[in-house]
């Protein structure tokens, strides 16, 4: 039976998590993260002083959620593994209790027809290691290195993707620039050596896979695009640099292996490129990505700016670009973000004309809404709104994959309700609800959707 929009075969069909917003950090024996530290320093920064403690347990529970995982039609799931669970501290001994845990949830993903996709890093540094300068310190990266070939000599036999950084430009704009993740920095050079650093411990660890191990590994981006409010040379300005900035300066050494000669030259021209070493544009050079993951929750408009910043303000992205908000926009109110569909679709266009048609998939996307208990009936609430937010963008995604771009799947942020940094449980994102007092979990009416989507292939207009 054929459906209106039927994906390649073998499209892979799921969602994302990760450790910190799932597992619980006080659930079995585990290190410190910096959201464990901040927490308890400034818990009045989370909504509602609720921390990463027990999050949606996910580490007693997971058995109970990968049945479910198999039940909505998931043929494979990404998870971070927590780098202070797994070496408390960050560097040292391997905690063998985190290495039972994975494994286990490694061999239920797969005894349940699920691959596993397996990130490494996904915001969630040790505080020992943040203690020692994070990214921004070359022995934190080696330190790094070592957790990557711990892990991957650990579980490379049975997972055969692997992912270095999720969101790598979020922990530079959150911690070194805007003041939303630990450690709160305002310093546009130091967020620079961060994403700088990020892609060299990225690379080594490219390195040190394509050397030892024989699946893909690839690095997840957030790519929101940046649409200029009109065609006029300075609104077409701003949207380029906001462009080099905020995706460029990831894609294009993650995929090409270099970084953009426009961004390098804006950098140089205002003092602020970072320290490097002579060796790094080669090794960035020769450890370009398998498979790239692409989030994608919301563009980016803006326009030339109406005023010239102050000089003496520090040094900012913004320095280039106005935020543009375009009338008429179609908006997630609960998120305060926009909805634009086609954003997916002009994604996947750049990557195959600009990037080599490398293999991608949309390994991030969904809406998070606040009190869903409002959408109860009969016991199980009726999301058609996040229905509509997946198909709208599966349409797109669709148009993408019959016009020769090279993606393979999609996966729903997320798989059941979870902790989501400063915005805790304000908005809720899952297939599955959960109930935070009882644990107890329930498919919402897109857990049933996504199963047909999944069986079909597709799904009908
Ligand atoms: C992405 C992150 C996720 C997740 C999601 C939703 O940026 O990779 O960890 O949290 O966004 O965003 P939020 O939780 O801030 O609503």
């Not at 001994?93 to 691959?115: G, M, T």
């Not at 048609?357 to 609430?381: P, T």
């Not at 989501?420 to 498919?443: C, H, I, P, Q």
Request: charged share 25%; hydrophobic share 35%; glycine share 8%.
């Amino acid at each position: 039976m054929s459906v209106d929009y039927q994906f390649p075969e073998g499209f892979w069909w799921g969602s994302a998590a990760s450790a910190t917003q799932m597992e619980g950090s006080k659930n079995g024996v585990s290190g410190e993260t910096i959201w464990d530290h901040w927490f308890q320093t400034e818990p009045n920064r989370f909504f509602e002083g609720v921390g990463p403690d027990q999050t949606s347990d996910f580490y007693s529970r997971y058995k109970e959620d990968i049945k479910n995982m198999k039940t909505i039609g998931h043929n494979s799931f990404r998870l971070s593994l927590s780098w202070a669970r797994l070496i408390p501290g960050g560097e040292g001994d391997v905690n063998l209790e985190a290495v039972d845990f994975y494994s286990k949830v490694i061999d239920e993903l797969l005894a349940n027809d699920v691959e596993p996709f397996v990130n490494l890093f996904h915001f969630d540094m040790p505080i020992e290691m943040q203690e020692k300068g994070g990214w921004e310190s070359r022995e934190v990266i080696d330190a790094y290195v070592t957790y990557a070939k711990v892990a991957f000599d650990l579980f490379g036999d049975r997972v055969k993707k692997w992912f270095t950084f999720n969101e790598p430009i979020v922990p530079v704009e959150g911690g070194y620039l805007y003041d939303f993740h630990y450690p709160n920095v305002v310093d546009a050079k130091r967020a620079i050596q961060v994403a700088y650093h990020t892609m060299i411990a990225h690379a080594k660890v490219v390195k040190l896979y394509h050397a030892e191990q024989d699946g893909k590994i690839g690095i997840v981006l957030n790519l929101t695009p940046s649409y200029p409010r009109s065609q006029n040379p300075a609104d077409l300005k701003a949207a380029h640099i906001c462009d080099l900035f905020f995706n460029r300066s990831f894609l294009d050494p993650a995929v090409k292996g270099e970084y953009p000669v426009d961004l390098i030259a804006l950098l140089e021209e205002h003092g602020q490129l970072p320290e490097t070493q002579p060796e790094d544009n080669q090794l960035l050079q020769s450890n370009i990505v398998d498979l790239l993951g692409v989030n994608y929750y919301q563009p980016r408009r803006v326009k030339a700016k109406d005023h010239m910043p102050n000089p003496d303000s520090p040094f900012m992205p913004d320095w280039f670009f106005d935020n543009y908000e375009m009338p008429g926009r179609k908006m997630n109110v609960y998120r305060g973000w926009e909805i634009y569909e086609q954003g997916i679709y002009d994604i996947m266009v750049n990557l195959r004309d600009h990037y080599g048609n490398i293999e991608s998939f949309i390994s991030e996307n969904g809406m998070g809404v606040q009190d869903e208990g409002r959408f109860l009936k009969d016991g199980r609430i009726e999301d058609d709104y996040r229905i509509d937010f997946i198909k709208g963008h599966l349409k797109w995604l669709h148009k993408a994959t019959s016009e020769g771009c090279n993606v393979k799947g999609y996966h729903l942020w997320t798989f059941m309700d979870n902790w989501s940094w400063m915005n805790a449980y304000k908005n809720r994102y899952g297939f599955y609800s959960v109930d935070l007092a009882t644990g107890e979990r329930t498919a919402k009416k897109s857990a049933s959707w996504f199963a047909e989507v999944s069986k079909q292939n597709g799904f009908n207009s």
